[in-house]
């Protein structure tokens, strides 16, 4: 008998990554201590910069429990849309769970990202009971729709920034001189590229492959065509686009 699920590729490479950047929420799986069964419940998300699934959660809530006593978890996260909801790609991520330190240069990277993305959570992000966790991950399941499933490494869904160390370092002044100097950019790339609805578009975080970007409610990941890791190599691939953009061209011409 055929095996139904496939090796990553490049097409479903690219599905995992917009669905995992571009999510604003996911279910998350934890494990009861107490009787080992799995419990599900919603939680808010953003990205670091090489894609790890970022949540901010309450000591209070029963997963935080969970995850301390067992960092196991997965998270599923998808696409919505009309018709049959099993139309519409999702994935599953298995993953560990690591409390991140509030402290230091990764703590306020993890912090800015995951605000740029869930602005409202500055509401209670500084919290004392609030913390932030890394889902890194181990695994994926993708689901592109019937008959497109596909088994996935870590390899697949995580980007390697042993190269990149300058672009991690610009990021937040490149993303504030976009969204200051350059408010328009973020809204060609939307509308123009991406054929999103006409809106406030920001730029909320720049990695080698890509950036996101959203408006209000919406999210959208924009690919990069070339892998960038530097400042002027970032510099060139933004002025690429916007040319595209006020074209109407493609993001790869």
């Known amino acids: ?65 969970h995850l301390m006593a067992d960092p196991r978890c997965s998270l599923l996260v998808g696409e919505d849309g009309k018709g049959d909801p099993l139309a519409h790609p999702r994935i599953t991520l298995t993953c560990r769970a690591v409390p991140v330190e509030r402290d230091g240069e990764i703590g306020a990277r993890i912090r800015r990202r995951f605000l740029a993305r869930q602005p409202k959570a500055a509401l209670y992000v500084d919290f004392p009971d609030f913390g932030f966790f890394k889902l890194e991950i181990e695994r994926g399941s993708l689901n592109g729709g019937f008959g497109k499933a596909f088994r996935m490494d870590r390899s697949d869904l995580v980007l390697d920034l042993a190269d990149a160390a300058e672009l991690v370092a610009t990021e937040e002044g490149a993303i504030g001189h976009m969204n200051e100097d350059h408010p328009e950019t973020a809204k060609l790339y939307a509308e123009k590229l991406l054929g999103l609805p006409a809106a406030r ?42 040319v595209s953009a006020r074209s109407a061209g493609s993001i790869t011409g």
């Open 1 to 65: 008998m055929n095996d139904p699920v496939r090796p990553a590729d490049d097409e479903s490479r690219a599905t995992a990554e917009r669905l995992i950047r571009s999510a604003r929420r996911g279910s998350l799986g934890t494990l009861e201590p107490s009787t080992g069964h799995p419990f599900v419940s919603l939680t808010s998300l953003a990205t670091d910069v090489d894609g790890t699934p970022l949540i901010l959660v309450s000591q209070l809530s029963h997963h935080t429990g």
């Open 201 to 242: 578009w920001r730029m909320t975080g720049i990695d080698p492959a890509g950036c996101d970007l959203s408006a209000a409610d919406m999210t959208a990941r924009l690919p990069f065509p070339e892998r960038v890791t530097d400042g002027e190599g970032l510099r060139l691939m933004l002025h690429r686009l916007a």
